[in-house]
């Protein structure tokens, strides 16, 4: 107990500390700039919230975080992204690795059709293949039960992932991206397919999950924002128009572009 | 959101119409003892309630608001803001009550001495709650930092008066009960004051999104 005191404490006191740093962060789709010079910290231990219209970049912004950006054809980035001290962009990091480390949740539950639900928790794991049955049994009663699903689903393991409800595919998501141990998590609209109950069953998964990991959450809503995150970026156009603390943003924005965003005045 | 803009726009001129429902109150209760009116002061006791009703709907329309609107950043400084204001106008209008009910008593015996500084006071915190309603409506914040300087000469008058009604009371011992009822109004209008105070303040924050409330030391910027 006295352990685990002491942990909970070495981890809050971690929280202070930033993991990811943008420096000077350039994007681009062929010859359009989707971003232009953004320079934001993420927090360890925090829920980001990234908002802005569509277009704006906040997808590409995230999908740069981890190195997906690259994958699409004529997409290139330029600049710095400093992951725990390392520039993940340097030529001896191997992106599949910091993808590894830093994992997504998209918008649209995208379980692995053709896979059952114990399958698709320890996808990762098996490609692996360096576990033993038992041990992924176990992984995948851990990993559901992180994602707040196990109950839901302890009875239908053997089903495929394709069968559950929305919510819960989500959720059978979030235990994959989960069960590669990540410490970073990006999620990606996570809960704009999803029911006002799905929603807050993701909510509130983000917030346990922030204890472990790092987290950062595109969002068109902005209600979702406020609930769930400590730190707000506002992007528009490709810039980051403003970066502070949640309360902040929602309380007394510095900037006006900004106001007229959350309070819907725009244009 | 053009709706939502006519709703807020509503809204702000329901409160202009509560601040001016309270001034007119405070004025005539003052002009009650001082004209010794008082068909004037009950006139006022009877309207309060209107004064009520109104705080209750202004106050039933923020939650409204809050509830549909999901108002953010400006919008709901406006809104908490407003909300509060009209506590303090309320209070206002119960106190401008008080007043009548001090005057219709003090109408009934001979002036004890002649009112110079009740209307004062009176003069000074209808002008505070009339700058801080002006401040609110235009987002002003250099009108509310007059405000709560003013309040100072009201606090002041508040000290004066009594120490004056002192006199007379240990003058003369017939004169407790109505010096005692004049302190009790100078003391009505030192809140008056106190409240607009609140407001002024409050209006800094719908502003400058700054709470200086419980400040020692309040700098015009």
């Known amino acids: 107990m006295q352990e685990r005191n002491r942990e909970s404490e070495v981890r809050s006191q971690k929280s202070k500390e930033t993991k990811i740093i943008t420096d000077g962060l350039n994007a681009w789709f062929g010859r359009n700039q989707a971003l232009k010079n953004i320079n934001m910290s993420v927090k360890q231990n925090e829920v980001t919230a990234i908002i802005g219209p569509s277009g704006c970049g ?47 949740v998209f918008q649209k539950p995208n379980p692995f059709p053709a ?50 409800s929305g919510g819960q595919q989500q959720r059978l998501c979030i235990a994959r991206a989960l069960a590669v141990e990540p410490e970073v998590i990006l999620f990606d609209e996570p809960t704009s397919a999803l029911d006002p109950i799905s929603t807050a069953k993701i909510e509130e998964l983000i917030q346990d999950l922030k204890k472990e990991y790092t987290i950062v959450i595109v969002t068109h809503n902005m209600q979702q924002a406020a609930r769930v995150s400590g730190y707000t970026g506002f992007f528009l156009l490709g810039e980051l128009i403003e970066f502070d603390r949640t309360n902040k943003i929602f309380t007394n924005p510095s900037n006006k572009l900004t106001e007229d965003y959350i309070t819907g005045r725009f244009g | 959101m ?22 007119n109150a405070i004025q005539d209760s003052v002009r009650s003892l001082v004209e010794r009116d008082s068909n004037l002061a009950r006139e006022v006791i009877k309207k309060d309630h209107q004064i009520n009703a109104l705080e209750v709907e202004i106050d039933e329309e923020c939650i409204r608001l809050i ?18 204001i009209i506590t303090d106008l309320e209070r206002m209008g119960d106190l401008a009550e008080d007043i009548c009910e001090r005057a219709i008593e003090l109408n009934e015996e001979p002036q004890l001495k002649p009112y110079i500084d009740i209307p004062r006071m009176a003069e000074v915190a209808q002008g505070m709650v009339r700058d801080s309603l002006d401040a609110f409506v235009r987002g002003c914040t250099k009108l509310p930092y007059e405000v709560i300087k003013r309040d100072d000469e009201v606090d002041n008058l508040t000290v004066q008066v009594f120490n004056e009604l002192l006199f007379y009371m240990i003058q003369d011992s017939h004169t407790v009960s109505r010096a005692v009822k004049l302190t009790y109004i100078s003391k009505y209008l030192e809140r008056i004051a106190d409240h607009a105070t609140n407001i002024a303040e409050m209006v800094i924050y719908m502003v400058e999104g700054k709470i200086i409330r419980h400040m020692e030391i309040i700098e015009n910027p």
């Open chain 1, 58 to 104: 906040k997808s590409t912004f995230v999908r740069c975080l981890n190195r997906l950006h690259e994958e699409i054809i004529g997409a290139r980035c330029e600049g710095r992204v400093i992951f725990d001290g390392k520039n993940i962009y340097d030529p001896d990091v191997d992106p599949v690795l910091i993808r590894r480390r830093i994992g997504m």
């Open chain 2, 2 to 23: 053009a709706v939502f803009d006519e709703e807020l726009r509503a809204l702000k001129e329901r409160v202009l119409k509560l601040g001016s429902m309270v001034e």
């Open chain 2, 67 to 84: 509830a549909l609107r999901q108002p953010k950043a400006g919008d709901l400084r406006f809104i908490t803001t407003t909300m509060k």
């Open chain 1, 115 to 164: 896979m059952t639900v114990y399958e698709n928790v320890v996808a990762g794991l098996i490609l692996e293949g360096r576990m033993k049955r038992s041990e992924l049994d176990k992984a995948v009663e851990k990993y559901l039960m992180l994602a707040a699903l196990w109950d839901e689903v302890k009875d239908k393991l053997y089903q495929s992932g394709a069968s559950l």
